[in-house]
Nanobody, 119 residues
Framework: QVQLVESGGGLVQAGGSLRLSCAASGSIRSITYMGWYRQAPGKQREMVAMTTSGNTNYADSVKGRFTISRDNGKKTVYLQMNSLKPEDTAVYYC??????????????WGQGTQVTVSS
């Protein structure tokens, strides 16, 4: 069984910074992509940043402000968020594609962590 657990959300003023972490645990043999999505109230879930084998992709709205990084040894992905804006307010979800020890692949999601940016 694979689990993703996020941490690091909270309340911050506009212009501030937060760092999100997401650790994968369980019977994991391999991980390909890891990344972050977010969902604001009344809006669809959207991709924020993804990383696979050294390649990264960002939503246009966060380019230059957010940085995704990954520690493969710790099976952890991070999202450094700088110059935060009120429109970044959302629940942030970690996602990863993991192969378990039974050689089965699956797309997994964390429970979400709230990020609130006040103006």
């Amino acid at each position: 069984q694979v689990q993703l657990v996020e941490s690091g959300g909270g309340l911050v003023q506009a212009g501030g910074s937060l760092r999100l972490s997401c650790a994968a645990s369980g019977s994991i043999r391999s991980i390909t992509y890891m990344g972050w999505y977010r969902q604001a109230p009344g809006k669809q879930r959207e991709m924020v940043a993804m990383t696979t084998s050294g390649n990264t992709n960002y939503a246009d709205s966060v380019k230059g402000r957010f940085t995704i990084s990954r520690d493969n040894g710790k099976k952890t992905v991070y999202l450094q968020m700088n110059s935060l804006k009120p429109e970044d307010t959302a629940v942030y979800y970690c996602t990863a594609a993991c192969q378990d020890t039974a050689w089965k692949w699956g797309d997994y999601w964390g429970q979400g962590t709230q990020v609130t940016v006040s103006s």
